[in-house]
T-cell receptor, first 114, second 115 residues
Framework: AQSVTQLDSQVPVFEEAPVELRCNYS??????LFWYVQYPNQGLQLLLK??????LVKGINGFEAEFNKSQTSFHLRKPSVHISDTAEYFC????????????FGTGTKLQVIP | NAGVTQTPKFQVLKTGQSMTLQCAQD?????MSWYRQDPGMGLRLIHY???????DQGEVPNGYNVSRSTTEDFPLRLLSAAPSQTSVYFC??????????????FGDGTRLSIL
């Protein structure tokens, strides 16, 4: 079985400042990793995903994440945040190969301060 | 392009009542799932389906039933509502039954309160 830990439940950051949202996972097999964003009163939307290949993955809205196998991490970063980035962000993991159940983290609320 | 549509958006029930949460997708996706989202607990999988006529239990299936008679629809039934089922419910779908690299498309959720 796999698990996901999002270390910060809330992250406040000033507008135009950089941000990093942390995600660590645990799995005995190789994995696929995802970041989703949830705006208020909406469902989750895919930001980016890591399947294989380059460990630096670029997503929508200027976000990127780096897969670090040795540290079992998949941290999400943005060099300059905007008010519109205020949302909750979820990291998710699934074993690679065939369809397997996705495990979600508990979420990190990003609060961008004007 | 509707994507994943959930109805109703809000519902209040009394303990012991039953109801069905509707979920429909228009993307011809094989895989559909139901999650509940509770504060501080992220999303937990209730039931899922890899195609019409095939369903299976997720992490928290007790108190819920599902069926998948068509590719498009995947209703979730609460048999006898309990206050512990107060939550936000999300339906999701993805393209292929056999590929875990497919991202899921989510509906906007049903906010359910059990009194």
């Amino acid at each position: 079985a796999q698990s996901v830990t999002q270390l910060d439940s809330q992250v406040p950051v000033f507008e135009e400042a950089p941000v990093e949202l942390r995600c660590n996972y645990s799995s005995s097999v190789s994995v696929y990793l995802f970041w989703y964003v949830q705006y208020p009163n909406q469902g989750l939307q895919l930001l980016l995903k890591y399947l294989s290949g380059s460990t630096l993955v670029k997503g929508i809205n200027g976000f990127e994440a780096e897969f670090n196998k040795s540290q079992t991490s998949f941290h999400l970063r943005k060099p300059s945040v905007h008010i519109s980035d205020t949302a909750e962000y979820f990291c998710a993991v699934t074993p690679s190969g065939g369809y397997q159940k996705v495990t979600f983290g508990t979420g990190t609320k990003l609060q961008v301060i004007p | 392009n509707a994507g994943v549509t959930q109805t109703p958006k809000f519902q209040v029930l009394k303990t012991g009542q039953s109801m069905t949460l509707q979920c429909a997708q228009d993307m011809n996706h094989e895989y559909m799932s139901w999650y509940r989202q509770d504060p501080g607990m992220g999303l937990r999988l209730i039931h899922y389906s890899v195609g019409a006529g095939i369903t299976d239990q997720g992490e928290v299936p007790n108190g819920y039933n599902v069926s998948r008679s068509t590719t498009e629809d995947f209703p979730l039934r609460l048999l006898s509502a309990a206050p512990s089922q107060t939550s936000v419910y999300f339906c999701a779908s993805s393209r292929d039954r056999g590929l875990s690299n497919q991202p899921q498309h989510f509906g906007d959720g049903t906010r359910l309160s059990i009194l």
